[in-house]
């Protein structure tokens, strides 16, 4: 029984909703309409995210469409996202050390599934109720982008200030490109600021490409080993960064 809508955004619109079965309150998302291959596509990958259980990876209980309109069925979440706890001044070192590994260790099991998320950000990064945080909309980006019949030569996916420079320049990105997004993500909990401040579009993606970041311990108090994984995150080689998810959260 849907309740009321909680927010809507690139991927579609978020609705409170409580399963009858159990009487318990569920999140349902509902994407874009979609083709017959691609709700055929949508039914395949939404069985892959559900079998993902890591309790740093928001939980699919379900996935079904309506009159072509494809949903996932999930837990819903109630504290929020990174991007509100966000502040200027940076947060602490071991709250924010410690939201990201547990991240990490979601987005591990996730790579190990197969499922590459494409479009990490502070935003993608969700709390429950107990603040423990959950990567959401894993696998998401790709599947919305083609509905929407974006997935054409040239057309990026993911949100340009955390896209990994070898997407910019067409490749079709991989874990490593998680692994960077994941990267901007901690140096911007950690500065206060993301590691590029250009405000123009085509300046932010050509300095992605060709622009090193400044260290982090030049703007923020870190030691010098939480600096030194930030910027092999940030690697503009893909074979520079840490070699997955799981050995970054090392």
């Known amino acids: 029984r849907l309740s009321h809508q909680l927010g809507a955004g690139a991927c579609g619109a978020v609705w409170l909703a409580t399963a009858l079965t159990h009487a318990r309150p569920v999140a349902l998302k509902f994407l874009l309409p979609a083709s017959p291959e691609l709700l055929a596509r949508f039914r395949r990958e939404g069985q892959v995210l559900a079998r993902v259980r890591h309790p740093n990876v928001l939980t699919i209980f379900d996935c079904d469409d309506m009159d072509g309109r494809p949903f996932l069925v999930m837990e819903h979440l109630s504290g929020g996202s990174l991007r509100t706890k966000l502040s200027p001044r940076g947060l602490p070192l071991e709250r924010s050390l ?68 070898e997407v910019i320049v067409g490749d079709p990105g991989g874990p490593p490109g ?34 090193m970041p400044p260290r982090l311990d030049t703007l923020v108090k870190v030691p010098r080993e939480v600096a030194d994984c930030v910027a092999r995150a940030l690697a503009k080689l893909p074979a520079a960064r840490p070699a997955s998810a799981r050995a970054f959260a090392a």
């Open 98 to 165: 410690g939201w990201m590994a547990a991240c990490l260790e979601g987005l591990a099991a996730c790579h190990d599934a197969g499922i590459v998320h494409r479009d990490l950000k502070p935003d993608n990064i969700m709390f429950g109720a107990d603040e423990s945080p959950r990567l959401v909309d894993m696998g998401l980006a790709a599947m919305t982008a083609e509905a929407r019949s974006l997935t054409r030569t040239g057309m990026l996916i993911g949100t340009p200030r955390y896209i990994p420079p």
């Open 178 to 211: 998680d692994v960077f997004a994941m990267g901007v993500t901690l140096f911007e909990m950690l500065a206060g600021r993301p590691p590029l401040t250009e405000t123009s579009l085509s300046k932010l993606l050509q300095a992605q490409v060709t622009d």
